[in-house]
């Protein structure tokens, strides 16, 4: 994986969050604000322009540049989150990435989010989508797999994370203002975490 084939995955993952724009508003006009897609979205669309502009030649520049936009132009809770994700990935990257090498990059993504959010497995946060995913990539290479079924193993992760999200009392975010009333939805930032793994495992694992 060079820094074409992940610009690939991440110009994906914005034409999914732009296609589920509203559905993930809706979930979060449930139980926080009603503005996830509409923040993510803004914040891809400039990550799509910004790499048009200049396409970056190495994997570690091009996370840098994700999560530096992602910053800059995503208010809220998930801009920082999914911004110190990708600048934590970008310090973690080699020139190529393998499967065990971007298994890797993404637990170090994971740990930025932990690091900066507090959160925990359980608190209902987009952490209960892409620790699962990691876990996922990490025993699909442990045994073996290629990058086809490491990345659908951790697609459908992430996605059953995300429903084990619905049962549960959101502890993190603006959701767990609502206490008890947050059960029985998912959370929308593990929802935007699935369409990011949905979109490793049509490119990456293509
Ligand atoms: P805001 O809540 O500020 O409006 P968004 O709506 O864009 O921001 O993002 C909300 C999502 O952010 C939640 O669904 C949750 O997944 C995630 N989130 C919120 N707080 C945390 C946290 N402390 N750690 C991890 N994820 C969090
Ligand atoms: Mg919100
Ligand atoms: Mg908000």
Do not use: C, Q
């Not at 996370?63 to 110190?84: D, E, H, Q, W």
Request: proline fraction near 5%; avoid cysteine; charge should be negative.
């Amino acid at each position: 994986m060079d820094a074409t084939a992940l610009t690939a995955w991440l110009r994906e993952f914005a034409r999914l969050v732009a296609e589920n724009k509203d559905e993930l508003t809706a979930l979060d006009s449930a139980i926080g604000d009603g503005d996830h897609g509409v923040n993510m979205d803004r914040g891809l669309t400039a990550v799509v322009a910004a790499l048009d502009a200049e396409p970056p030649e190495t994997p570690s520049a091009l996370f840098k540049k994700v999560g530096m936009t992602l910053i800059s132009k995503v208010g809220g809770a998930s801009g920082p989150l999914y911004g110190t994700a990708f600048l934590r990935m970008s310090a973690a990257a080699d020139a190529e990435l393998d499967g065990p090498g971007f298994a890797k990059v993404l637990r170090a993504g994971l740990d930025g989010v932990v690091a900066r959010g507090k959160a925990a497995p359980g608190d209902k946060t987009m952490i209960d989508a892409l620790a699962p995913a990691v876990d996922a990539l990490d025993a699909a290479f442990a045994s073996g797999a290629g990058l086809a079924d490491a990345f659908s193993a951790a697609s459908e992760a992430a996605a059953r994370g995300r429903e084990a999200t619905v049962p549960l009392v959101a502890r993190k975010g603006r959701a767990s203002y609502l206490g008890e009333r947050s059960a029985g939805h998912p959370d929308p930032g593990a929802t935007s975490v699935t369409l990011l793994m949905r979109a490793a495992a049509s490119t990456l694992g293509a």
